[in-house]
């Protein structure tokens, strides 16, 4: 005897709001609400003092001024029946893959724009005239990770490499979170919520190259590849894996399936010592090759990783993520994807190859749809 | 012969690790277990059964304690001493048999391989929540009605992965949710809070 499909808005009114807090992103929280009277009225948007974004902070050299962190978020959009898209809907997959956006929040009141996975350029609309507005409602979108940037006024350049912001939920109110910092010239700082200015951890060190959120934790990197756990009530830091002693130029922390790796990258010539008020990039140095190495949690040793398999890491500007090759158009598994100068650049696991690629993948060929590409010649 | 007395007899016997040992997870919180069961049981006695009793009047019996570790309802109702062993049976009208008898399969897996390591019992807990829509929607209802607490987050996390990322008319069907109750102006709304760009 056949049951009909159960109507779950029989279930009890008091479960929603149990099953709504237990997703975090945003922009599952908004899709729930979306869903129906009931559901939306089962939870708030969000905790009230939840982190907003641009976010003025101190600056982290001169703590008399305010800096803007902003945040930008990378989502996954995937496909869906070809009965849903059609050729004139400008987010439409050609394929049965998905592909990687990253929407980079303006002030309050002005729209979102797109920017560049890799590089975090900002992607031009070819024609200003009939802007089209792309409501990200209309598909399947999951939000893969957070990047941050500092953005300052004023004449102190930006001066720091990378930043990051945790915790961000929907559900956590902002007097929670703790900013963590690498300077341009390697020092570590952290900053908490309300706090007047950045505080140095292991201040007589400048040899920081990277942090990351792990499991709800800092880490950071040193010179060497070593990984530490940053304690925010400390500011301490605590060792957390035997020393690697990578012999390349620069460690950059990415996290995989549930595991943390350090990658590790080779310049051809040894890059000019970072500067106070250095630039971003070492604009001379190309790459040579990278090496990959897995922390062995149970054992406590690292790996010496040859084959990523069907991921592909991402050591875009502000943030380091993987994605599964198969699953996105335009990236190819067992592959780095890098920034290198101004060049987006790709290196092989497989031939350790390096590839200059002229667009930025599944970004500049799937976005702009086809008629409107044709319409307007540059 | 009292209990009471072998109870306080036996309880004069156990060293106090053991003593300490006796906690036991129920409805989340811990809470000591009387080490004289655990005594008993070591010492092969049989386990006291109780009888649960379907919607559909089918009776199950189940191992006492692995009910009333996992269902705070079920161990309120023996602590409060308002279930008898001898005669009664537990009348569960709002779940059905099929449902009643998965709830017992899970609280059943859980206290026996409970020293078993991560990765087996989450294998194991996904392929039981391996159901349809309305078989999950079921658990939900009895899992709630039972006050299971870690079979409830279990399958909150799964609601949570059927509706990321997917799209709103999706998660309607899968929810067969025919009528949303919005206002078009508030269906407007909700698209505006949406991120969307130029």
């Known amino acids: ?378 | 012969m009292e209990l009471l007395c072998i109870r306080q007899w036996i309880s004069g016997l156990l060293p106090t690790w053991l003593s300490a040992w006796c906690i036991k997870p129920v409805g989340g919180a811990l809470v000591r277990q009387e080490p004289e069961y655990i005594l008993l049981a070591l010492m092969g006695s049989p386990l006291k059964k109780i009888m649960l009793c379907s919607s559909e009047k089918e009776i199950f019996s189940v191992e006492e304690q692995v009910m009333v570790q996992h269902s705070v309802i079920i161990n309120n109702m023996i602590e409060d001493g308002s279930y008898n062993h001898e005669e009664s049976k537990i009348p569960l009208d709002c779940v059905d048999s099929k449902t009643l008898k998965k709830v017992i399969d899970y609280c059943t897996h859980h206290t026996h391989h409970h020293n078993d390591n991560q990765e087996d019992l989450e294998a194991w807990d996904a392929q039981f929540l391996n159901v349809d829509s309305n078989g999950l929607y079921d658990l939900l209802m009895a899992a709630n009605y039972l006050e299971i607490r870690n079979l409830l987050d279990l399958i909150y996390g799964t609601i949570k992965n059927m509706i990321k990322g997917k799209k709103i008319d999706e998660i309607r069907r899968i929810f067969n949710i025919k009528d949303h109750g919005f206002t078009p102006e508030e269906e407007e709304q909700n698209r505006k809070e949406y991120p969307h760009f130029y």
């Not at chain 1, 109110?173 to 020092?187: H, I, K, Q, T, Y």
């Open chain 1, 1 to 378: 005897m056949d049951r009909e499909k159960v109507d779950w808005s029989e279930l009890p009114i008091e479960l929603w709001p149990k099953i709504g807090k237990c997703l975090e992103n945003h922009i599952d929280v908004l899709r729930f609400r979306s869903v129906c009277e009931t559901w939306r009225s089962s939870i708030p948007s969000s905790h009230p003092n939840s982190p907003s974004f641009p976010m003025k902070i101190p600056h982290p050299i001169n703590s008399s001024i305010k800096a803007s962190l902003t945040q930008a978020t990378l989502y996954l959009i995937e496909s869906t029946d070809a009965s849903f898209g059609s050729k004139l809907d400008p987010l439409a997959p050609s394929s049965s893959k998905g592909w990687l956006i990253k929407v980079e929040e303006g002030p309050k009141g002005v729209s979102l724009r797109l920017v560049s996975p890799i590089s975090g350029r900002k992607i031009f609309h070819p024609s200003e005239d009939s802007p089209m507005i792309w409501n990200l409602l209309n598909y399947r979108v999951i939000e893969l990770c957070k990047s941050y940037t500092l953005q300052n006024t004023g004449r102190f350049s930006a001066s720091v490499s990378k930043v990051v912001f945790f915790p961000n939920s929907s559900w956590v109110g902002v007097e929670d979170s703790v900013a963590c910092c690498v300077f341009l010239e390697g020092r570590l700082g952290i900053m908490k919520h309300g706090d007047e200015k950045w505080a140095l951890v292991d201040d007589k060190n400048f040899y920081y190259d990277d942090v990351i959120v792990h499991r709800g934790q800092f880490y950071v990197t040193d010179k060497w590849g070593t990984i530490s756990w940053v304690d925010t009530n400390s500011l301490k830091l605590i060792q957390f894996t035997p020393p690697l002693c990578g012999f390349g130029n620069k460690k950059h922390l990415v996290e995989s399936c549930g595991s943390l790796y350090v990658v590790d990258r080779y310049y051809e010539t040894e890059p000019r010592r970072r500067n106070y008020f250095g630039r971003q990039e070492n604009r001379d140095a190309a790459v040579e090759c990278f090496k990959v190495y897995k922390l062995d949690e149970d054992w406590g040793t690292w790996v010496d990783v040859k084959k990523l398999g069907d991921r592909a890491f991402i050591l875009g500007r502000n943030c380091n993520f993987s994605v599964s090759a198969k699953e996105l158009t335009g990236y190819q598994g067992n592959c780095i994807y890098f920034t290198d100068m101004f060049d987006l650049r790709m290196y092989s696991l497989d031939d350790h190859s390096i590839v200059t690629i002229d667009f930025d993948p599944s970004i500049e060929k799937n976005m702009m749809p086809q008629t409107a590409w044709l319409g307007h010649t540059i």
